[in-house]
């Protein structure tokens, strides 16, 4: 494959972690690791949010009811849901993602669509970017992660899936055609129970199997999705990663070579920070009414101020008369400085902001 050929291709990951809420309360309490366990309400109906691996090797699975589990495995271990801190982790893992890339698209607490066509690192393989980000979930999170990394979100999301769990798997746009001709068809998306019967009394089974189908035959018997089995068939999804994404702040940071504790040093340093963060609030087009100041002494301990004006800071003489002032009584004399930060927060709609924004 040329290499301008491959260029127009998007680079897509699918980041689904393992075992979610059963590997959350794994981490958390050591005597459950290695054991049956699943997460779900222990009352006569309650279902299986999620079962570790061990369990599931019993045959237990999500939405089983609990009764049905108790019965598969004797030694099956409930534990009830802490969904704050599945959101908690949630948070922590989309923080990772976005120090790649702000396309973002969330499914559920933990999956995920990355577009990382573009991405912030300028890594150009996307193999790469969904290894080290597999990595940090495990260094910072202690918890594995799948990834899939394809040219679309279908192929994307399918080889997340192929190597649960901790896998990596790339399908790579020379190498589609063939993954998708062997591939069953349940593993299409959009693919319910129905819709595989259906498939399965005309005489489809396989990827290729649904590719020697007429798109009108399939817009016959499956309505608009036929339209879309028919492009999936061949390795295409033009669906783009749908981010819901609202920036909610726009900052910089500088680090120092040598701790400073001059007037004239930080003075100049906190000059340096103001011209980036306007940039950044240029790139971003980022309105707040906030600016922040984070300063971090030679000890690591760190101090905030913060001020709030009616209308938004964007230019760079109002950000530095006030960051001048919020770095008024920082005593860097007695307490060297390694790093100085802004940011703007508090975000103003302009439909709603005074002063310049009307
Ligand atoms: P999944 O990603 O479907 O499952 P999982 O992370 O537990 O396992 P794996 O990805 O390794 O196959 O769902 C993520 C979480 O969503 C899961 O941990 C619990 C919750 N969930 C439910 O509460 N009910 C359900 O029926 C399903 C499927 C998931
Ligand atoms: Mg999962």
Redesign the pocket.
């Known amino acids: 494959m040329h290499l301008e050929s491959l260029m127009q291709y998007r680079k897509i990951i699918h980041i689904?972690?393992?075992?979610?809420?059963?590997?959350?309360e794994q981490r958390d309490n050591r005597q459950l690791r290695g054991l049956p366990v699943v997460?779900?309400g222990d009352y006569e109906r309650g279902?299986?949010?999620?079962?570790s691996?061990e369990a599931?090797k019993f045959g237990i699975?999500?939405?089983m009811s609990i009764v049905k589990a108790k019965s598969l495995c004797k030694d099956l271990i409930i534990v009830p849901?802490r969904m704050e801190v599945?959101h908690e982790v949630s948070l922590e893992i989309r923080n990772i993602f976005s120090e790649y890339t702000d396309k973002i698209e969330p499914l559920?607490?933990?999956?995920a669509y990355l577009d990382v066509t573009t991405n912030k690192k300028n890594i150009s393989l996307a193999q790469d970017i969904a290894l080290e980000i597999k990595d940090k979930i495990f260094r910072n999170l202690l918890l594995t992660a799948?990834a899939g990394v394809s040219y679309n979100k279908m192929l994307a999301k399918i080889a997340s899936?192929y190597k649960?769990?901790d896998g990596l798997f790339v399908i790579h746009p020379s190498k589609a055609q063939k993954f998708i001709d062997n591939l069953d068809v349940k593993e299409f998306w959009g693919v319910g129970t129905k819709t595989l019967k259906t498939m399965h009394e005309l005489g489809i089974f396989k990827g290729r199997d649904l590719k020697q189908m007429s798109l009108s035959s399939l817009r016959r018997n499956f309505g608009k999705t036929g339209a879309m089995f028919y492009d999936f068939a061949r390795g295409i999804d033009n669906r783009e990663v749908i981010t819901d994404y609202v920036r909610k702040s726009v900052g910089c940071e500088h680090t120092f070579d040598r701790d400073i504790s001059t007037m004239a040093s930080v003075t100049i340093e906190l000059y340096n920070v103001v011209l980036e963060l306007v940039e950044r609030i240029k790139e971003t087009k980022f309105r707040g009414a906030t600016l922040n100041l984070k300063v971090k002494y030679f000890d690591f301990s760190i101090s905030s101020r913060s001020f709030t004006q009616r209308k938004a800071f964007v230019k760079k003489d109002n950000i530095l008369s006030v960051a001048k002032q919020l770095i008024k009584d920082i005593d860097y004399r007695s307490r060297p400085i390694r790093l100085i930060g802004l940011s703007v927060s508090n975000r103003i709609d302009p439909y709603y902001a005074t002063g310049e924004l009307f």
């Open positions: 689904d972690m393992d075992a979610f809420y059963a590997s959350v997460v779900g279902v299986v949010s999620t079962a691996y599931r699975h999500s939405a849901p599945y559920s607490l933990d999956e799948s899936d649960k769990p």
